[in-house]
């Protein structure tokens, strides 16, 4: 009788350790999936080292700053369509899954296109180095900033 | 005989639970739902399949491509040439709405002011509106004049197709966007770029 009963308290168990799994995926399987917000991502983050790239590239946090080393940042105009070029390299000794975005400014300071930029993925090797290039929506920028923050 | 009606009542009871969470799960786009709002740019895997990313990153590098390319930006800052979209070709499996990508990428460059557009999706409608025009009822100073309109120089058209290969739990999805410039006078393509994405996908052993 006592087996039985254990046996029927651990087939319970089970099955509400599965049902729970199930639901958790069915319910909210965007939770796990979509990067967080521009909000989130925006600002500097405090305590950060700071270098001569601050003005340019901006990470959520410091974490992801020490992973990855800004070393060139360059900008042209072709026409009147400025063009932004940053190197990075991934400084860790694993791949890691970065997001970054574009966002211009024109000469009173004012996002140009606010909030239509794309976050873009990106995937970078151990001391991988790699170019993000943005172009600006139009010819009314004329600085910009990139955001870049970890792929969740 | 009465400790076997409790067994299965018990034995019961976690089964008629998973089902009232099973319900609960297939109502989840329901009144009931958690629902909130996201950030439309933000990266998106829900699942492999064409998403709103793959989308957008398509869009930026072809407006990008074809803004910074020298002999389209010694033709843009002279003239902002008049462009029609052709239909992009869906070779891929999946269902995609590839005049979500066109509308997309015509809209950035409308915006970035190189580039005007036709639309001949349109035409009956534009004709109705000037046959009402000329119906007398519109005063003659305000009509639009018949035969002004301005032909479309280049003709933006072009490819989707997608590789998919599947290996245990692992599918691994190739993606190959080509977008094309063509000169409707010379019939010589001016532009061409490609924007190519790859995404891998490990089902889970466990979980749906």
Request: charged share 25%; with cysteine; glycine share 4%.
């Amino acid at each position: 009788m006592k087996t039985k009963s254990r046996l029927v308290c651990e087939l319970c168990a089970c099955i509400l350790f599965i049902s729970v799994l199930l639901t958790s995926n069915a319910v909210y399987p965007q939770r796990k999936n979509i990067h967080k917000t521009e909000a989130q991502a925006g600002g500097k983050a405090s305590g950060e080292a700071t270098s001569e790239y601050d003005t340019y590239v901006l990470f959520d946090n410091p974490k992801v700053k020490k992973m990855i080393q800004v070393y060139n940042v360059k900008m042209r105009f072709i026409d009147d369509i400025m063009q932004a070029s940053v190197t990075v390299v991934n400084t860790t000794k694993k791949p890691i899954n970065v997001v970054y975005k574009f966002t211009w400014f024109d000469k009173d300071d004012f996002e140009v296109r606010a909030n239509t930029a794309p976050w873009i993925p990106l995937t970078l090797q151990p001391n991988e180095q790699k170019t993000l290039q943005g172009v600006a929506p139009n010819g009314s920028a004329k600085s910009f900033k990139v955001k870049i923050s970890l792929n969740k | 005989m009465k400790s076997n009606i409790i067994y299965k009542k018990i034995f019961y009871l976690p089964i008629f639970f998973v089902l009232v969470l099973a319900g609960c799960a297939t109502t989840s786009t329901g009144p009931a739902a958690n629902v909130r709002y996201s950030d439309p740019t933000a990266v998106e895997t829900t699942t492999i399949d064409f998403g709103s990313t793959d989308l957008q990153q398509i869009a930026e590098t072809m407006v990008n491509g074809l803004l910074t390319f020298p002999p389209i930006v010694q033709l843009t800052s002279e003239r902002r040439p008049v462009v029609f979209v052709e239909m992009i070709k869906n070779k891929t499996r999946e269902h995609i709405d590839t005049e979500a990508i066109t509308d997309t990428i015509s809209t950035k460059l409308i915006q970035s002011g190189k580039f005007r557009f036709t639309d001949r999706t349109k035409v009956d409608a534009i004709l109705k509106e000037l046959q009402y025009q000329s119906s007398g009822l519109v005063e003659e100073s305000t009509m639009a004049q018949l035969g002004k309109q301005i032909g479309a120089e280049f003709m933006l058209y072009g490819n989707f197709s997608a590789i998919e290969k599947t290996a245990g739990r692992v599918k691994d999805l190739y993606y190959k966007f080509t977008l094309k410039l063509l000169n409707v006078e010379t019939g010589i393509i001016e532009w061409q770029d490609e924007k190519e994405i790859r995404k891998v996908a490990k089902r889970k052993m466990i979980g749906m």
